[in-house]
């Protein structure tokens, strides 16, 4: 997805204006806007991704306005299990089998469904990639390394984190970064 954003016109609720005059792409996610939605609720809204890594590479966000993974704490582990469940239903519409929604680093399978952390994301409100195999390169995967963690640490040091990593980390009281955490 590309960051850019588009001029300010009327901030309605929901939506974050930056001090220099722009509204936050994915607080306007609407077909009108050039968005290929696949699936909404009041909640939250899927779309395609504009530059997609992989054979299918949909984003997951939350309509109200969070800024990133780096925000989040104990209390949004039930949102961040509802865009789980969301992006799985994407993927089973789109009739993805299991075998290509996973992949092995290090004989650790990891669900390619994960966050950027910043100061590594292109747009600075939470989206959840979902994504299924294969990768259109071997540079576009590594955008999207999942980095295990070791001694006691659920990811290692890296810029993508996995949902459930992030969902363990934040179970247990601790903030996700880019360091292992």
Known sequence: MSSETTPQKDVTEGQLASSQGHICPFCTVARENGFNIVWEDNDFVAFEDRDP???HHLLVTPKRHLSS???L???DVDML???EEIGHLVLDQRNVPTHLRRHVIFAYRCTPLGFHIPPFSSVNHLHLHVQALPYKSVTRRMKYFISNGCF??????GWFVEIEQSIRILEKGCRIGVLPC
Do not use: D, I, N
Request: charged share 45%.
């Open 152 to 157: 006691g640490k659920e990811k290692g040091f």
């Open 69 to 71: 993974v780096k925000s």
């Open 53 to 55: 890594a992989a054979a």
């Open 81 to 83: 299990r509802k865009l």
């Open 73 to 75: 704490r104990r209390s």
